[in-house]
Structure formats: structure tokens, C-alpha cells
């Protein structure tokens, strides 16, 4: 599966093909402060960075960047970072995450990269389903850029439906524990639209 493409996904010398969906799942703050590995490794390849999420997982995340040597502040006056949360939809979502793709694109960016926490059932997000069918989508729009899209997922507290729909059936590739796997449970767009809808 990982071909002369692939990317260093910055967890454990684990290494993913350009354009890949990876659900990370953690458990505690250690895991959590791994996965932003992610972002610091496009700090060293010169490669945009996008922090996507609610508030308070977009704070921890750049907290834990500021403590890692990162100069945040620079970094998006410069325009190599963005920060993002939801739109009103998980259409207008994923429009806002493209027109920030799109822009690091057209500026130069020889890669994206997206650490992402979602704000299911949290005030002003889309509902779970609309949050799901978003997350569907974003496999096929991660394939028409040079990016890496890694989304965490928090175990001790999301309920088994968004694990079970939200993260394994939308994301072709998982990192549990200690490595990148291929994901067996997950559904094609077409095939994972019509079980949410039959939700």
C-alpha cells in the first residue's frame, strides 16, 4: 500500500500515501500530544498547516505546538497556518477547509496537512449525520491535493456510534496504539451514505 508517494505521517517513523484519511484514535494526553507529530513534521518539510476543530481541542493543539518551539503567531502571519472550525453545514465544513487547501496550493505549499477535531454533539457544529456524511467526503477531497488529513478521535468520551460510523467507516486508514493500518470497515461514499441515511 505505500507506494514512492508516500509521506512521513509524523507518529512513530510511520510513513502514508499523499492524499490519505487516517482516523487517530486516543485515549489520554500522551496520545493526544503524539498525534501533533502530524503538524510538526510539515513544520520541518515547509508545509502548510491546518488546525481544524472546536475551541477547545484547537487551544490544546496550538498550546502544544507554542511548546514545542513553534513560533504560531509567525506561522499565520506568514499564512503557513490556518485555523479553522465548523461551517453552518458539513457542506460549508468541507468548503472551508477547501478554500484553505486551495489557497496553500495557489501559495506555493508543497503540502497540506490537517490535525482535525471534530466538535461532535458541541454547540454551533452539525448535527452527527451531517458530521458523518462530512466525514465521508473528505476522503475524496483529500485525494485532489497534496495533503495528509489525520482525525482524532477521542475514545474515552464519543459515543460507539460516532466511533463505529464517524471514524471507521470513513476512513481508509486508522492509527491505534502503535502503527498505521489498512481499514477494513471502511465503506465506499455511495455505500456509507445510504446507511447514515438509513440511520
Given at each position: 500500500?505505500?507506494d ?25 494526553q ?42 504560531v ?60 456524511r ?29 466511533l ?36
Open positions: 500500500m505505500i514512492a508517494e508516500a509521506v512521513e505521517l509524523g507518529i512513530r517513523g510511520e510513513r502514508v500515501p499523499v492524499g490519505s484519511h487516517v482516523a487517530y484514535m486516543w485515549e489520554n500522551e496520545e493526544f500530544l503524539e498525534a501533533i507529530g502530524v503538524l510538526e513534521a510539515g513544520l520541518r518539510s515547509k508545509d502548510h498547516l491546518v488546525v481544524f476543530g472546536h475551541d477547545e481541542a484547537n487551544a490544546r493543539v496550538l498550546d502544544a505546538l507554542v511548546e514545542g518551539g513553534a513560533d503567531e509567525r506561522l499565520r502571519e506568514e499564512r503557513r497556518l490556518d485555523v479553522l472550525g465548523p461551517g453552518s453545514s458539513g457542506e460549508e465544513t468541507l468548503a472551508g477547509i477547501g478554500r484553505s487547501f486551495e489557497a496553500a496550493v495557489e501559495g506555493g505549499a508543497p503540502m497540506i496537512r490537517l490535525l482535525g477535531n471534530i466538535g461532535w454533539g458541541r454547540d454551533a457544529w452539525p448535527d452527527t449525520k451531517e458530521l458523518m462530512f466525514e465521508a467526503r473528505v476522503t475524496e477531497a483529500a485525494a485532489s491535493f497534496p495533503c495528509l488529513v489525520v482525525c482524532m478521535y477521542d475514545v474515552r468520551s464519543l459515543p460507539a456510534d460516532v463505529l460510523h464517524g471514524a471507521f467507516q470513513t476512513h481508509p486508514l486508522t492509527f491505534c496504539g502503535n502503527l498505521v493500518r489498512e481499514n477494513p470497515f471502511h465503506c465506499s461514499l455511495n455505500e456509507f451514505l445510504e446507511r447514515v441515511d438509513a440511520l
